[in-house]
């Protein structure tokens, strides 16, 4: 989810099934209070087809009464990360993923701005280490 929509993990955490419209998620984004609305990337389109819905909150505690909460949704993805060796990274790191997987595929800044909601200065540092590659990439046309 946090990949998949580009959001920090307080946003994912309170995203409930209704805010899913028009193959999008709309709510208001926590920490700025501007209301967003992201297009499901196809694999988390399927993800969440394939989810049992057994709250309102998309991603719900143990008991299905209300939302996972951040400790819960912390030690568990530190499950996985131990398990596949990724101890370095943290949930928010997801949130950078997103970024640079736009940059990595021509996004400009606006538009991961536009996902992210995120200010041109933070697009700029959370891309930063990959835009390089993204420029010696493109320039590869002007030298074939």
Known sequence: MCIG?????ADVLKMKWGDIQDSGIVLPQNK???DLRVPLT???S???SNTEKRSVFILTNYRATGPWSYPGASDGVMKIRLQIGAEAY???AL???TATELCLAGA???TIAAVTLQSPQMVQHYTRTV???VHALRSKDFRD
């Open 5 to 9: 929509t580009g959001q920090r993990i």
């Open 32 to 34: 700025t209070k501007k």
């Open 42 to 44: 196809s694999h988390l």
């Open 46 to 48: 399927i993800a969440l």
């Open 90 to 92: 943290d949930i928010h």
């Open 95 to 97: 949130r950078h993923t």
């Open 108 to 110: 400009d800044d606006e």
């Open 131 to 133: 835009r390089q590659k």
